[in-house]
């Protein structure tokens, strides 16, 4: 089996730059699914309201005080 910068190698300069570009794009790609990733550090945070508060009200307050 080939090597990539074989197969690459063997391709014309336009493809070549294609598979340059479409590296790219998956390096990018990559970078910013990683940034997004959430961080679940504020779970249980509100443990000591369960009692107080059900999930439907915490909802519903939420949603109010962004205006939707």
Do not use: I
């Not at 340059?20 to 249980?44: C, N």
């Amino acid at each position: 089996m080939k090597t990539l910068d074989e197969l690459v190698q063997e391709l014309s300069p336009e493809q070549q730059q294609e598979v340059r570009d479409f590296a790219q794009f998956l390096l990018e790609k990559g970078a910013r699914h990683q940034r997004r990733r959430l961080g679940l550090s504020w779970a249980g945070g509100l443990r000591q309201h369960r009692d107080q508060y059900t999930s439907l009200e915490l909802q519903k307050t939420a949603l109010e005080s962004r205006g939707d």
